[in-house]
Every structure is written in structure tokens, then in C-alpha cells.
């Protein structure tokens, strides 16, 4: 019979986080197979069946070693969010406790990670004649005037949310105007409170930020290597939904495709965008009490292990 309960509330919360290319990856799969573990990932863009080069996802190999879950979920044409994947992911914690089986969550979605355990903010109800407005708005004037009034109003806001992810610009303007509070001040209010689940473990690696931006660097031209191009092209042929736009590389790898950079050009600007990233992963983690740990630690995974209570 299956339990009622929520499953967040029925078991510690083991948590694998930290920046892009950090390595989490690797040192998920030695943790999960060690600890009998299956992993659920928390990574807003593994969720897209056609993408896989550019956001790092794991092999067909690794995926047989360890089961996953939350990976190639819904096309690159449809929308995903974070309310999507709560319930996605309190389904498929429910199903490995019912089988008596260990999870890991893994993944560098900070948002994901906050709405696991304090819950998602819900904010006010669409006002659908402001937003129609706003985005009549962005179609006369274009996207940018509506993320410059962000940036004017809310600037925290406008350095998380991308540009040209007009749904996020529209409903961070839209809370604004209906509440005369911004949507930092909002997000700030629901992160003050305590952890919804106290019992939670969370173990991040932290690298230096040179070290860092040099692997980015790397990986950028290893994914570019593999075929990254051809990845873009044929998820382009389907047709990119807002949410899946959003996944790093993919607008400068078209535009390198449709001619309008050089390699080296497309290269250096995937790299600095994934550094920003980085960044903005690195604000979220301060909300948490993180066990950080140099990845070139040695014996990392027993470090990790024990830290979860798997040892």
C-alpha cells in the first residue's frame, strides 16, 4: 500500500551539488553504486530528450550503471518548470522508498534545490490583462525594454533572469506591479524562513574560480568537438520552447551555425556565459548549509559517503 505521506518528509534529503563542470557527474556514480544509490537529477535542462552534448548530460553508459531519474522527460518543443519537476521528483522518491532503495539528488539548479526544501513560492495570481499588456509591450518595443525596466526596478532579478526568457521577465514585473514588492524581496521573505526539511545533507564542491573557468574552457571545446553543432541544428528543426532556449550555448552555437561567429568567437562566448552561471549558482548555495569540498580531494567519494550516513 502506498504511503500518503509526503516523501520528502520521510527520509533525509542527500543532496550532490555545486558549479557547472565542477564534476559532479563522475562523483555521483561512484557514490550511487557504492551506496546501492539511484540518483534524481536537479538539473532544469537534463529534463529535454534532444539535448544532451550541450548540457553535459550522462552517456547511455553511465545511465546503465546507475538508474536516473528526471533525465529526457519532455521534448525541446514543450515548456518546463520548476513546478513540474517538484512533482516529478516527489513521484520518483516515492517509488525508490517503496523499493527500499537510497537516493541522491544531483544537479546545479539552485532554484530546484530551494523549491526541494522550502517549498516554491507561489506569489500572486496572473493578473491576465497586465500580462497581455506586457507582452504586447515586448512585441512593440521588443524583449529588452521589458528586461531594462527589470533591471531599473528589481536589478537582483534582472542578473538571474536572461533577457530573452520573456515568461520570467514578464512574471517578475507582473509580481512587481501587482504588489509594489519586488520579486527579490518576495523570494528573499520565503528563503528566510527555516529549512523545510532540517534533516537534509547537502555535499558541494567548490573549486577555484580559475581552475573553474579553465575546465569550463575545456569542456566548451570537448562538447564542440562532439558534435555539439548538429545537436543544435536538428533540437532547432523540432523548435526550441522558452524554457528550452534557455540552456547554455545553444544560441551562440546556432549563431556560429547560421555564420554569424567564428569557432574561436562562439567559444569564448559559451565560456563566459557559463561563467556567469557559475556565478549565480554560487549566490543560490549561500542560502544553504553546504559541506563544501575541493573535488581534488583525495578519498572524495568515502568523504561524500560518510557525510551522507551511507559509510
Known sequence: MTSSLDPFDQAPICALVGPTASGKTALALEVARRAGAEVISMDSMLVYRELNIGTAKPSQEELTQVPHHMIDLVGVHETFDVSL?????????????????RVLFVGGTG???????????????????????????AEDEGPETLHQQLTEVDPPSAERIHPHDLRRVIRALEVFLQTGRTLTDWHQEWAGGEQRLEAARLFGLQIEVPELDARIRARTEIMIDGGWKAEALA?????????????LGYSQ??????GKATREETVDRIALATRQFARRQRTWYRKFEISWVDPGSPELADLALEHFGWS
Do not use: N
Request: hydrophobic fraction near 50%; charged fraction near 25%.
Open 85 to 101: 519537476w517538484i512533482e516529478g521528483a516527489r513521484e520518483a522518491l516515492r517509488d525508490c522508498l517503496g523499493r527500499g532503495r
Open 111 to 137: 532554484f530546484f534545490l530551494a523549491a526541494l526544501l522550502r517549498g516554491l513560492f507561489q506569489g500572486p495570481a496572473a493578473d491576465l490583462e497586465l500580462r497581455a499588456s506586457l507582452e504586447q509591450r
Open 235 to 247: 533540437a532547432r528543426t523540432v523548435g526550441f520552447s522558452r524554457s528550452a532556449f534557455q540552456a
Open 253 to 258: 552555437i546556432l549563431d556560429w551555425a547560421d
